[in-house]
């Protein structure tokens, strides 16, 4: 009997397929159901991937009928929640859930509220935390090689919660996951702007201080550079990282930048390019959250309380745009700021007319937000 680990996939759009490649590199899964309102979508996975799981339209039958070891939830944000919630009551040993964790910190407590209940580990997919540059970074800042860290600045765009929940979370795994105990920002919205049936903002910008003393800088949609990573700026060296490598420079590299570019466990910059992270990401992240479930491991960097902080970072953006004040973290505030802002009239739209930038990913006839994918 196989002892491969059975998982059901929830939403099979874009990212599952990099959850669904990341489960068979690691060769510890087996994909057993795959669910959406699509069947193109599933027959698109089966392939793409040369896998035969059953095809589901209901996602509620999937998870009854299967009962899967492991669930992947990969529908837009508003789902995150609704989906994370129907399968915990099944009871799997995991879900893996999309960032951002949810639309609001109060579906996001549920969620981990129902895993709880259930006896369910739950994991937020922020997967560069398994990328080798990205390790080595935080390896190279806590063993001192840039003195203590002063500022970590980066470059987002295409709204807070998508873009910037995973540099949030960047921030505090490249500080050891120091915790963030305040956010000061603010926001510009003169369109009806969304992202997957989210509302967004047209720029912002965030200063996010650590308990430690770091303090990160965000400009989202401001800048035309943008690029996932970060300058570090410590008192005796700095960090260039991207997704695939690092520059470091200090005293000994003799004030001069010095590359690095770690292979991953499954996967080598250098033969992969862009695709490296995707790729790499998506298998280490699959071999530890088996570890996880199985025991192996005590931790899993993606747990659910670090998807929480990250978007909780963002939503503090908007809750200081709301409050025009420094905001104090955990947030107390559990709605979604920037909703309240412009559904109470504060922020109304100055040139009406609602558009989503990830319109483009639906099918059939949906055409400007995934509502279904609410559940
Ligand atoms: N971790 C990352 O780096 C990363 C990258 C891209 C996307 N994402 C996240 O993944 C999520 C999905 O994004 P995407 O780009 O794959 O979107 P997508 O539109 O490509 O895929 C979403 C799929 O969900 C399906 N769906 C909608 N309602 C459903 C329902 N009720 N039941 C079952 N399936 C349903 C849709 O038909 C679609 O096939 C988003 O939350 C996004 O933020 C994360």
């Known amino acids: 009997m196989s002892t491969k680990l059975r998982v059901g996939v929830i939403g099979c759009g874009g990212i599952a397929g990099n959850h669904i490649r990341g489960y068979l590199d690691s060769g510890r899964y087996e994909i057993v159901g795959l669910a959406d309102l699509e069947e193109a979508a599933m027959a698109e996975k089966d392939a793409k991937f040369e896998i035969a799981p059953r095809h589901y339209t209901d996602a509620r039958e999937m998870l009854a009928r299967e009962k899967p070891d ?10 995150h929640a609704t989906w ?14 999309e960032k951002p964790m949810a639309d609001t910190i109060s579906r996001a407590e549920q969620m981990m509220l129902a895993c709880q209940r259930n006896g369910v580990k739950l994991g937020i997919s922020h997967q560069r935390r398994f990328l080798p540059a990205y390790t080595l970074a935080r390896d190279l800042i806590a ?3 840039i003195g203590v860290v002063k500022t970590i600045q980066s470059f987002a765009a295409d709204g807070l919660p998508n873009y910037s929940s995973h540099q949030t979370d960047m921030y505090r795994y490249l500080l050891s996951d120091d915790d963030c105990d305040w956010v000061m920002g603010n926001i510009e919205r003169k369109t009806d702007r969304y992202e997957r049936s989210t509302r967004i903002e047209d720029s912002a910008v965030g200063v996010f201080h650590f ?13 035309p550079t943008v690029y996932q990573g ?22 000994d590299t003799g004030g001069s930048w010095k590359l690095h570019e770690p292979d991953g466990q499954f996967y080598k910059v250098a033969e992969l390019g862009d695709q490296f992270e995707w790729q790499e990401a998506g298998a280490a992240q699959a071999v530890e959250l088996a570890d996880w479930i199985e025991g192996k491991t005590e931790r899993f960097r993606g747990e659910a309380t670090n ?46 007319g609602p558009y989503d930038i990830r319109a483009f990913l ?14």
């Open 84 to 97: 994370t919630i129907a399968a915990a009551v099944h009871r799997p040993q995991a879900i893996l859930c």
């Open 211 to 223: 308990t430690g003393g770091a303090v990160a800088l965000l400009l989202s949609d401001v800048t």
């Open 307 to 352: 998807g929480l902080k990250a978007l909780q970072m963002v939503h503090a953006v908007y809750e200081s745009a709301r409050m025009h004040e420094k905001v104090l973290l955990p947030m107390q505030t559990r709605q979604n700021p920037l909703d309240l802002m412009v559904e109470s009239g504060h922020l109304a739209p100055e040139r009406p």
């Open 143 to 145: 063993q001192g090689a």
């Open 70 to 79: 492991v669930v992947s939830i990969c529908t837009w944000h508003p789902g």
């Open 230 to 251: 970060a300058l570090i700026y410590g008192a005796e060296g700095m960090i260039n990282l991207t997704t695939n490598n690092l520059l470091l420079l200090n005293h």
């Open 362 to 375: 639906l099918r059939g006839e949906r055409m400007a937000s995934d509502t279904e994918g609410a559940g």
